[in-house]
Nanobody, 118 residues
Framework: QIQLVESGGGLAQAGGSLTLSCAGSGTISHMNPMAWYRQSPGNERELVARITGGGRTTYAASVKGRFSISRDNIKNMITLQMNMLRSEDSGLYYC????????????WGQGTQVTVSS
């Protein structure tokens, strides 16, 4: 089992910045890909950014160039630096880790709210 705890959400103005953190515990290691997803009312949960244990990153087109994901493999922690925030970035942000032999088992944090005012 993997436990994930997010922190750092809150209110920001458009054009501003926020930093989200997620701390992993339990059976998690540098081998587990980790990611940030977000969900806003009436929409599906969508991938924001993912990072592999080796540091390879993937971003949603809507956040590329504005958001940056990083990880600390010693602390089993990931961080999402969000710059040039837009109102459409508002939502509940979830930390995700994948496990299992095929890395197809998802673990989720409880979510942290991000609200961007225009």
């Amino acid at each position: 089992q993997i436990q994930l705890v997010e922190s750092g959400g809150g209110l920001a103005q458009a054009g501003g910045s926020l930093t989200l953190s997620c701390a992993g515990s339990g059976t998690i290691s540098h081998m587990n890909p980790m990611a940030w997803y977000r969900q806003s009312p009436g929409n599906e949960r969508e991938l924001v950014a993912r990072i592999t244990g080796g540091g390879r990153t993937t971003y949603a087109a809507s956040v590329k160039g504005r958001f940056s994901i990083s990880r600390d493999n010693i602390k089993n922690m990931i961080t999402l630096q969000m710059n040039m925030l837009r109102s459409e970035d508002s939502g509940l942000y979830y930390c995700n880790a994948r496990s299992g032999y095929f890395m197809d088992i998802d673990f989720w944090g409880q979510g942290t709210q991000v609200t961007v005012s225009s």
